[in-house]
């Protein structure tokens, strides 16, 4: 197999198998790119949660842990996977050739995170760190959104509301501490999706912010599982 070209690919690998491995299928042999697509995964993660980190200090966890999510997710790498028009290099098997495995997005994003595996093999964390500023670009500047900045029970009520659901309910379970020194333990139960989390804060509206935001994960968490399964 001739090495493979990627007119788009901003890094020249001084080993060209790691790109050929990347770029190649399970359906088309054994060695293929499993395993660099589970390093990718990993460098890219932290790559971009690095990124963030830094370019916005003011964001909490949560924002911090969903900005990330969309940044890293099947759909983006996709997207990011067709401007690099990866699909027209990578090595299918018949089968996938036949059915349009080229554009599928889970095939394009683990040939994508493959790429990244590859570039920290061949050249180091810092051209792997390169490699992913680059392949983001406006991306992560334009992170977060104006509904990042929203509050945590606001943007779950607009989640909800958007899928036709009802409102969720906040339910104080507790009260702890001396009086200048109270605790609040809040649970957030969205019945219909039979989801409930808990946030502790410092007031009661503290604490269902908290509430709100841990719900706002698990629905999110669940929202990736259901993805990962279709694959």
């Known amino acids: 197999m001739n090495t493979p070209r990627l007119p788009n690919l901003s890094y020249r690998f001084d080993q060209p198998?790691?790109?050929k491995d990347a770029l190649t299928h399970r359906s088309a042999g054994t060695r293929n790119n499993e395993r660099l697509e589970f390093l990718g995964d990993g460098v890219v993660n932290f790559i971009v949660a690095a990124m963030l980190y830094e370019y916005f200090p003011e964001a909490e966890e949560g924002q911090l842990s969903r900005m990330r999510a969309r940044l890293v997710r099947k759909e983006t790498l996709a997207e990011l996977a067709r401007e690099l028009d990866l699909g027209e290099c990578l090595r299918l098997g018949p089968g996938e050739l036949k059915s349009g495995g080229h554009q599928?997005?889970?095939i394009l994003a683990n040939a994508?995170?493959?790429i990244i595996g590859a570039?920290?093999?061949?050249?180091?964390?810092?051209?792997?760190e390169s490699f992913v500023i680059n392949l983001y670009g406006t991306r992560?500047?334009?992170e977060p959104g104006a509904d990042e900045m929203k509050d945590p029970k606001t943007r779950l009520q607009e989640y909800l509301q958007a899928r036709q659901l009802s409102l969720p309910e906040y339910v104080l379970v507790r009260t702890s501490g001396r009086e200048h020194q109270r605790m609040?333990?809040?649970k957030c139960r969205i019945i219909e999706l039979g989801v409930h989390a808990d946030g502790v804060g410092a007031s009661r509206r503290k604490a269902e912010q908290a509430s709100a935001d841990a719900?706002?994960?698990?629905?999110e968490e669940i929202e990736n599982s259901s993805s990962d399964s279709d694959d």
């Open 140 to 142: 992560l500047r334009e």
């Open 104 to 106: 599928r997005d889970s």
């Open 17 to 19: 198998d790691y790109l």
């Open 215 to 219: 719900a706002l994960t698990r629905l």
């Open 184 to 186: 609040f333990d809040v």
């Open 112 to 114: 994508l995170e493959a």
């Open 119 to 128: 570039v920290f093999l061949d050249g180091g964390f810092s051209a792997a």
